[in-house]
């Protein structure tokens, strides 16, 4: 729930609603929060994420990100459930090619990427040891002033530390 850095306004939820494979085909897509949690908690509850299985652990605590209270915090909890596919303990490559063909989704707060993030930060924490953004784009109406669902861009984020990522010199739009 801590928006991926980006503010993004969704839950990244364990949950084969939103993740799951058919005939070979990885599947993610977008459901809305008030579907699993109701409207009410939505818009004055809590949600938390905190999980006991390894599959169901939280990743990210930063900015509130497995526990969040709308009640007390004043702010509803995000609209949109979602998933996260993260192969950092599972695969990683030196050389070789990416391929993919995907169906970004259409829908207001709703940010599809693939990124890649090293498996060690061998030259230090983010960004220093780099980030490749092979795609990010918005699920927005295409009016929306920061993209909407007829943009995306690809990005390589690099640098000694968050102040200074040098991205701009290493992004494109399309």
């Known amino acids: 729930m801590a928006g991926g850095g980006n503010s993004e306004f969704e839950t990244y939820w364990n949950n084969r609603t939103n993740s799951f494979v058919e005939d070979g085909i990885l599947h993610m897509q977008p459901t809305l929060a008030s579907d699993f949690l109701g409207d009410e908690t939505v818009l004055k509850g809590a949600n938390s994420i905190w999980g006991g299985a390894p599959a169901d652990l939280c990743t990210n605590n930063a900015d509130y990100g497995c526990s969040q209270n709308a009640g007390a915090s004043g702010k509803i909890l995000p609209p949109i459930m979602s998933a996260r596919m993260r ?81 701009q010199h290493t992004h494109g739009q399309y």
């Open 87 to 167: 192969t950092v303990e599972s695969f990683a490559f030196k050389y070789g090619r990416v391929e993919v063909t995907a169906q970004l989704p259409k829908g207001d707060w709703i940010w599809p990427a693939i990124w890649f993030l090293p498996k060690n930060n061998e030259f230090g924490s983010w960004p220093a040891s780099g980030e490749i953004d092979l795609v990010e784009s918005r699920g927005n109406d295409p009016s929306y002033a920061a993209g909407g669902s007829d943009l995306f861009g690809s990005t390589l984020h690099w640098g000694p530390d968050y102040k200074h990522d040098v991205y």
